[in-house]
């Protein structure tokens, strides 16, 4: 004797490691049809996002994932066979606003379903923010305007929450007034040494300011990058005073 048709979808819904405020974040749904006939019909899947989760894109074969505002529907015109899976990548972005933690939780439904009671899948997410990268430079101040090149050192502290061997390079050094053409005895070539790019925490600066001006300021950036995503990038600043009692 047969047994009688039964189609019973359920959903199980996961994410790997933690998520970082700043980067996006990467969900699987996994719906399976645990009965012993194909389903009947188009089937749903919602999923609405927590608050500091976004939609960036919805994925997987036979999937067609929309989003309005923080609801994701993802519809699939079907069959799944029996006892066969479909996966969607549901990737989102991660903001402040999602710290420490959300539950995200997703439904399905359609496709003939006859027991809703395995339909519903939850998934609780830890989210990090970003480790922050410190510089500080040495000398912080370039005095007596005297148009000579000062070597300034850079001290980066890159902290724990880093993954092991991270990243750090020199994005760039600028300064607020222009290179030449500030008057008598102005010098051009006013950075030097410095090869962005890489890590480089030494070079020269060149101790000069505009006598029109209210002082120069030389902006230095760094970013330490690891393999997993986390990111931090941070500026610390060389000033050439337009006075001593204007610092």
């Given at each position: 004797?047969?047994?009688?048709?039964?189609?019973?979808?359920?959903?199980?819904?996961s994410?790997?490691?933690?998520?970082?405020?700043?980067?996006?974040?990467?969900?699987?749904?996994v719906?399976?049809?645990?009965?012993?006939?194909?389903?009947?019909?188009?089937i749903?899947?919602?999923?609405?996002?927590?608050?500091?989760?976004?939609?960036?894109?919805?994925?997987?074969?036979?999937?067609?994932?929309?989003?309005?505002?923080?609801?994701?529907?993802?519809?699939?015109?079907?069959?799944?066979?029996?006892?066969?899976?479909?996966?969607?990548?549901l990737?989102?972005?991660?903001?402040?606003?999602?710290?420490?933690?959300?539950?995200?939780?997703?439904?399905?439904a359609?496709?003939?379903?006859?027991?809703?009671?395995?339909?519903?899948?939850?998934?609780?997410?830890?989210?990090?923010?970003?480790?922050?990268?410190?510089?500080?430079?040495?000398?912080?101040e370039?005095?007596?305007?005297?148009?000579?090149?000062?070597?300034?050192?850079?001290t980066?502290?890159?902290?724990?929450?880093?993954?092991?061997?991270?990243?750090?390079?020199?994005?760039s050094i600028?300064?607020?007034?222009?290179?030449?053409?500030?008057?008598?005895?102005?010098?051009?070539?006013?950075?030097?040494?410095?090869?962005?790019?890489?890590?480089?925490?030494?070079?020269?600066?060149?101790?000069?300011?505009?006598?029109k001006g209210?002082?120069?300021?030389?902006?230095?950036?760094?970013?330490?990058?690891?393999?997993?995503?986390?990111?931090?990038?941070?500026?610390?600043?060389?000033?050439?005073?337009?006075?001593?009692?204007?610092?």
């Open positions: 004797m047969n047994p009688a048709p039964v189609i019973d979808l359920s959903i199980v819904k994410h790997a490691g933690n998520f970082t405020v700043g980067t996006n974040g990467v969900y699987s749904l719906v399976t049809n645990v009965g012993n006939t194909a389903t009947s019909g188009a749903t899947v919602s999923d609405t996002l927590p608050t500091g989760l976004n939609f960036v894109t919805g994925t997987g074969t036979g999937w067609n994932c929309l989003a309005v505002g923080q609801v994701v529907t993802c519809t699939n015109a079907g069959p799944i066979a029996a006892n066969a899976t479909s996966t969607i990548t990737t989102v972005s991660v903001a402040a606003a999602a710290v420490p933690s959300v539950i995200n939780v997703a439904v399905v359609g496709g003939a379903d006859g027991n809703p009671g395995n339909n519903t899948a939850s998934d609780l997410t830890v989210i990090r923010q970003p480790p922050t990268l410190t510089v500080s430079l040495s000398p912080s370039l005095w007596p305007p005297n148009h000579k090149l000062i070597p300034v050192t850079a980066i502290t890159v902290p724990g929450d880093f993954g092991p061997n991270p990243r750090v390079v020199l994005l600028v300064s607020n007034e222009p290179d030449d053409g500030l008057g008598d005895g102005d010098t051009a070539n006013d950075i030097q040494g410095a090869v962005v790019g890489t890590d480089d925490r030494s070079f020269l600066l060149r101790a000069e300011r505009s006598g209210s002082g120069r300021v030389y902006t230095v950036t760094y970013r330490a990058t690891d393999a997993t995503g986390n990111m931090s990038t941070v500026s610390a600043v060389v000033v050439v005073p337009k006075d001593q009692g204007r610092r």
